[in-house]
T-cell receptor
Framework: KAGVTQTPRYLIKTRGQQVTLSCSPISGHRSVSWYQQTPGQGLQFLFEYFSETQRNKGNFPGRFSGRQFSNSRSEMNVSTLELGDSALYLC????????????FGSGTQLSVL | AQTVTQSQPEMSVQEAETVTLSCTYDTSESDYYLFWYKQPPSRQMILVIRQEAYKQQNATENRFSVNFQKAAKSFSLKISDSQLGDAAMYFCAYNDRGGSEKLVFGKGTKLTVNP
């Protein structure tokens, strides 16, 4: 079974640009969650999608958005990038049953210059 | 809001020895899940062990075991017979029964294994 796939692995953008990150969950998994990881703030929950519906959202500005497609693949978008958006963005998938283990991808390292 | 605290930013252990990583959490819920995740230099988060709060028995997975003290809101991870491959960042995480899979993570503990 293929793992959670995130693309791209690395991304360099400049302030003011926008970026789209992609996550393909494990086959059969209907839930996808996104996390931002920075040295200062640690791991912070961005949002969670289940069957194309946003089920929960973290405390991030509206510049951060996401969506999930019918095949469970998910994308997150960050508009008007700021230097502070530089981070490792991790995606995780699961079956959607509460308490089920989340399986993480290797992340997308975003650098904003 | 729930919080998770890992008070040891760094720990080191000799190969084949035992090490315990600490984690405390704060919640008003009575039913929840606790996890330990490992993040090696490859950056991928790997689940080490999971504990359900309503189960009294401490979870174990091979060389990894937890000491879950619900009243004290403590959830420590013990790694026995440490191996070089155990070197990584370890994160404690909390999930409640609110219908979401949102995890609240601690800041992490960097574990070094010395040969």
């Amino acid at each position: 079974k293929a793992g959670v796939t995130q693309t791209p692995r690395y991304l360099i953008k400049t302030r003011g640009q926008q970026v789209t990150l992609s996550c393909s969950p494990i086959s059969g998994h209907r839930s996808v969650s996104w996390y931002q990881q920075t040295p200062g703030q640690g791991l912070q929950f961005l949002f969670e999608y289940f069957s194309e519906t946003q089920r929960n959202k973290g405390n991030f500005p509206g510049r951060f958005s996401g969506r999930q497609f019918s095949n469970s693949r998910s994308e997150m978008n960050v508009s008007t990038l700021e230097l502070g958006d530089s981070a490792l963005y991790l995606c995780a998938s699961s079956s959607g049953q509460r308490g089920e283990k989340l399986l993480f991808g290797s992340g997308t390292q975003l650098s904003v210059l | 809001a729930q919080t998770v605290t890992q008070s040891q930013p760094e720990m080191s252990v000799q190969e084949a020895e035992t090490v315990t990583l600490s984690c405390t959490y704060d919640t008003s819920e009575s039913d929840y899940y606790l996890f330990w995740y490992k993040q090696p230099p490859s950056r991928q988060m790997i689940l080490v062990i999971r504990q359900e709060a309503y189960k009294q028995q401490n979870a174990t997975e091979n060389r990894f075991s937890v000491n879950f003290q619900k009243a004290a809101k403590s959830f420590s991870l013990k790694i026995s017979d440490s191996q070089l491959g155990d070197a990584a960042m370890y994160f404690c995480a909390y999930n409640d029964r609110g219908g979401s899979e949102k995890l609240v993570f601690g800041k992490g503990t960097k574990l070094t294994v010395n040969p």
